[in-house]
């Protein structure tokens, strides 16, 4: 049986750190469904359409990713596509105690999916999106935390 996994989150826009975790995850299971997350109570700098192709642009070097969008509980997800596991990427402490609380809701919600947290390399444990959209509101280079794609379309976006 295919082992896939799903790794969800809003990626506006997709980092250097998250690209990390996709490839270690991409190595342990057959399968690695990227799920950009559809949230209408968060304000997103791109559009849900921007953050696919940005997402397909920077992980087209790996063959076993997938990109889709999804709006609903994680689990639901899960279950629709056949995943048994959630990859979550944890940073910090404060990263664990909020993802523990989501995994074990999760578990709760659906016993057969289990969440396996995933940690980045080291140099990209202060990189979220939340500090690359800042940065690049006050024109900072933002190359060394973000693939080509997402830099030129920061640019892009902001020159506007």
Request: hydrophobic content about 40%; aromatic content about 8%; proline content about 4%.
């Amino acid at each position: 049986m295919e082992k896939i996994a799903i790794y969800p989150g809003t990626f506006d826009p997709i980092t250097l750190g998250h690209i990390d975790v996709i490839e270690r995850a991409s190595i342990i299971f057959d399968k690695v469904i990227v799920v950009i997350a559809i949230n209408s109570k968060k304000t997103c700098l791109f559009s849900e359409e921007e953050r696919i192709l940005m997402a397909r642009e920077s992980l087209k070097h790996l063959s076993n990713i997938e990109i889709d969008k999804f709006n609903g509980l994680t689990v639901d997800y899960a279950k629709k596509r056949n995943a048994t596991t959630i990859i979550r990427g944890i940073r910090a402490i404060s990263d664990y105690e909020y993802e523990f609380q989501i995994a074990l809701m999760n578990r709760k919600l659906n016993p057969d999916v289990s969440t396996i947290f995933l940690l980045p390399n080291e140099k990209y444990t202060y990189l979220n999106s939340s500090i690359i959209r800042e940065l690049s509101k006050y024109n900072q280079d933002v190359s060394d935390f973000v693939p080509p794609i997402v830099s030129k379309m920061l640019k892009e976006k902001l020159e506007k």
